[in-house]
């Protein structure tokens, strides 16, 4: 994974309001975007409301996430 990229959680996953503190239940299958990495391996993903407003952002490990992609690559020739 890197930087902007498009994730998926790959499970339910408690979090907080960014900016309220309330108590939220992030669904297996929310979208979010890699906005940090981390020397242990750990990503900083941000959820975004469809206004692009932040409503949580959290720590997870890349075996929480899923890379989803809007394009296809070209397979080798």
């Known amino acids: ?3 902007h990229d498009v994730v998926a959680l790959l499970q339910d996953v ?3 309001h960014f900016e ?3 108590a939220l239940l992030l669904r ?3 979208i979010g975007t890699v906005v ?3 020397p ?4 900083e993903v941000e959820f975004a409301d ?4 932040a409503f949580a952002i959290l720590s997870l490990r890349p075996e929480q996430l899923m890379v989803l992609h809007d394009t296809p690559d070209f397979a080798a020739a």
Do not use: I, L, N, T
């Open 40 to 43: 242990d391996g750990a990503y």
């Open 28 to 30: 297996r299958g929310q």
């Open 20 to 22: 309220s503190g309330r």
């Open 1 to 3: 994974m890197k930087m």
């Open 14 to 16: 408690p979090a907080k």
């Open 50 to 53: 469809r206004d692009g407003r």
């Open 36 to 38: 940090m990495s981390y």
